[in-house]
């Protein structure tokens, strides 16, 4: 397993090959770079995102309606302290996550990431359950999100047609995801600070209204922790309700608190992936502390858990959301309309993600032959082209609004796609144990890879664990006494057993085995990865230096694309 550490490039390459002098030297490193990826192996996709984009990604992609909505109904349920402890464990737990996946992905950044890696070091059926599951879960979050924007849009006016929306996003999505990945980067780089600014601005808002800068002149500080309290009845009553209301609070930061997969699934177009994913993977943690658990506390802040307009915080909807009411309640004006515009902007860059990530992992179920072949073709831009076409059928989804309560068809797919989450976390952690157990068969030290996950693979089992009790218990509701209905049963499950299927399916069907730790393909496309990483003679930008050279003119040598700047 020596070549599995070596950082040279493989003998076919000329060590001398990424070096070029002549004038035009960066567009033909740019245009080498890819043929050196696809002359062994058989991802078609190209590296066009740079560092600036992708660390952008890393922290706006995971946030949309959740983190500014539905956080609201853990509140409803749980009360500020519930809501906060829940969120601050269960951000714990996916961060035990993170440094499960960052440690796998920049050390093989390939495309459909973790689901491959799950087919080649653990199991393929598990890879086939993995990828079609993290398909289905994206691909249904695209409707999700749509139907979203319709119900944000009526906080100014219900008389918009649903129609005309669904068909707006639909054509929106498809625009941005059919052309080359460096214009989806670069739509998410401008949306994405579309949301940092939103929760910076939601953030002053709670700092300064709580000191009594608010219409009333209220100085309420932390008044609602202990009227009405910290900790809410929810279902039963006394010590068991407000322990089931701090379940029901943990269960809504599973849907919200998100992150590591979506900055696992550019590994395959990523510029530098080892450099600039592992800074990406970096920031997930403080991206926790600060978005989803600082979001936890300025909620319980500012509204009290039996505030009666809370009861829309479920639904999706711009009047349901904490921050809204809270202004609403303060007499404060325009700042809930500028909120309610980042905040459409933020639910739209959430479909925007899913809808790549959706196409990227059919693309990769179909390079591991788990997915008709016919996905894994592409346009000449790199783009999945009939991968992309699949995808896009799932936001006509979001016609059901037409017929259907447009809140209602929001609260399905939330908690249809909410077991399917846990399943993703779940076959994370489980892969990243068989490829320790690997890395330790084969004699190759951890600690010479990209990104070395500290307190492994402790923080691996632990979140594996986390994440099968979740999963098993966070529809718990239907079987209490008197709550049985067969729909809550099969939102709450339904994806659970169609994981279930798909392992056993497939297993049966080519019948495959577990791969022993000493057999376990490490060197796949690590070749190529580190021939693409040695062609590169300049050092890796910095995020901000990419982000002087955009805003004040300065020109670098080569530009994000590995393109010529001239």
């Known amino acids: 397993?020596?070549?599995?550490?070596?950082?040279?490039?493989?003998?076919?390459?000329?060590?001398?090959?990424?070096?070029?002098?002549?004038?035009?030297?960066?567009?033909?490193?740019?245009?080498?770079?890819?043929?050196?990826?696809?002359?062994?192996s058989d991802n078609q996709l190209f590296r066009h995102l740079g560092n600036r984009q992708i660390q952008l990604i890393a922290v706006g992609g995971s946030i949309g309606t959740a983190l500014f909505v539905s956080i609201g109904g853990g509140l409803a349920k749980g009360g500020p302290g519930s809501l906060l402890i829940g969120y601050t464990i269960y951000a714990i737990?996916?961060?035990?996550?993170?440094?499960?996946?960052?440690?796998?992905?920049?050390?093989?950044?390939?495309?459909g990431s973790f689901i491959r890696m799950a087919g080649r070091w653990v199991d393929e059926a598990l890879g086939f359950m993995a990828g079609w599951n993290f398909f289905l879960y994206e691909a249904c979050l695209i409707p999700f999100e749509i139907s979203a924007i319709n119900l944000v849009?009526?906080?100014?006016?219900d008389d918009i047609?649903?129609?005309?929306?669904c068909v707006g996003c639909i054509v929106l999505y498809a625009i941005i995801n059919i052309l080359a990945v460096q214009y989806f980067g670069e739509a998410e780089f401008w949306l994405s600070t579309g949301k940092i600014l939103l929760i910076c601005i939601l953030y002053m808002f709670t700092l300064v209204t709580m000191c009594g800068g608010n219409p009333q002149h209220d100085a309420f500080g932390f008044r609602y922790w202990s009227n009405p309290g910290s900790f809410a009845e929810y279902i039963g009553e006394g010590a068991l309700g407000r322990f089931q209301g701090f379940l029901g609070a943990t269960f809504s930061a599973g849907f919200t608190?998100?992150?590591?997969e979506y900055l696992a699934m550019v590994a395959g177009e990523a510029e530098r992936p080892r450099t600039y994913l592992k800074n990406g993977f970096k920031t997930v943690y403080w991206r926790f502390a600060v978005f989803f658990i600082g979001g936890a506390l300025c909620v319980g802040i500012i509204l009290p858990y039996n505030d009666s307009t809370l009861q829309n915080a479920d639904t999706g909807t711009a009047n349901g959301s904490p921050y809204v009411i809270a202004m609403q309640n303060l007499g404060v004006g325009v700042l809930p309309h500028i909120v309610n515009a980042l905040m459409v902007t933020s639910i739209f860059s959430a479909g925007n993600a899913y809808t790549y990530c959706a196409m990227r992992s059919l693309y990769g179920l179909a390079c591991d032959g788990q997915a008709p072949s016919i996905f894994k073709k592409t346009l000449k831009n790199g783009i999945p082209v009939y991968a992309f076409a699949l995808v896009m059928v799932f936001p006509f989804l979001s016609f059901l609004q037409v017929s259907n309560n447009t809140a209602q068809v929001v609260t399905w797919l939330a908690t249809l796609t909410q077991g399917s989450q846990m399943i993703n976390y779940i076959v994370m952690c489980l892969t990243y144990i068989f490829f320790y157990n690997a890395t330790k068969a084969q004699g190759i030290d951890r600690r010479t890879l990209p990104y070395f996950g500290y307190f492994q693979p402790y923080s691996a089992y632990i979140g594996l664990a986390w994440m099968i009790v979740i999963e098993g218990t966070f529809g718990y509701t239907v079987f209490l006494p008197g709550r049985w209905n067969v729909g809550d049963f099969f939102s709450y499950y339904t994806m659970a057993l169609v994981a279930f299927c798909t392992y056993t399916g497939w297993k049966i069907y080519r019948r495959t085995r577990f791969v022993p730790a000493a057999q376990a393909d490490l060197v796949w496309d690590k070749p190529a990865i580190d021939a693409y990483e040695a062609s590169y003679t300049d050092p890796p930008t910095r995020f901000r230096d990419e982000m002087k050279s955009m805003f004040l003119g300065k020109r670098r040598k080569q530009n994000y694309m590995g393109e010529d700047p001239n």
């Not at 849009?153 to 006016?157: H, N």
């Not at 047609?161 to 929306?165: D, F, R, S």
């Not at 608190?257 to 590591?260: A, H, M, N, Q, T």
């Open 1 to 40: 397993m020596a070549a599995a550490h070596d950082k040279s490039p493989p003998a076919s390459v000329p060590a001398d090959q990424g070096i070029v002098k002549d004038e035009k030297g960066d567009a033909m490193s740019g245009e080498m770079r890819e043929s050196l990826v696809e002359a062994t």
């Open 93 to 111: 737990m996916v961060g035990f996550v993170n440094n499960s996946i960052a440690e796998m992905v920049t050390y093989m950044p390939i495309s």
């Open 153 to 157: 849009l009526g906080f100014w006016r």
């Open 161 to 165: 047609p649903p129609a005309a929306i």
């Open 257 to 260: 608190v998100v992150g590591p």
